[in-house]
């Protein structure tokens, strides 16, 4: 299995980004995708997490009253709506796919930065 994501770039404050990850090959139900972002010289955190079920699950009320992670079980994709970004959103984001009972799984993608500008 493998996720791509996509969708970064660089914004205003204030401005919108949509991120996306796309899943190759054998995906579960019973599973928890995420988005993490690791801004240099901190360690990568989690931002928003979706269960297969579609329950979510944010860091900080701050990020949920700006963010919005969904998911498509049909198409194996993952999206996270960035609005009203400030700086400090500011890092490479990586998502994950992660299934805690057989068949296991921990799978990350290759990341994409979001650099926002005051």
């Known amino acids: 299995v493998q996720l791509q994501a996509s969708g970064g770039g660089s914004v205003q404050t204030g401005g919108s980004l949509r991120l996306s990850c796309a899943a190759s090959?054998?995906?579960?139900?019973?599973?928890?995708w995420g988005w993490y972002r690791q801004a240099p010289g901190t360690q990568r955190e989690l931002v928003a997490s979706?269960?297969?079920?579609?329950?979510?699950?944010y860091a900080a009320d701050s990020i949920e009253d700006r963010f919005t992670i969904s998911r498509d079980n049909r198409k194996n994709t993952m999206t996270l709506q960035m609005n009203n970004l400030k700086p400090e959103d500011t890092g490479v984001y990586y998502c994950?796919?992660?299934?805690?009972?057989?068949?296991?799984?921990?799978?990350w993608g290759q990341g994409t930065q979001v650099t926002v500008s005051s």
């Open positions: 994950n796919a992660r299934r805690a009972f057989a068949p296991r799984y921990n799978i």
């Open positions: 090959g054998g995906i579960f139900s019973g599973d928890v």
């Open positions: 979706v269960s297969s079920g579609g329950t979510t699950n």
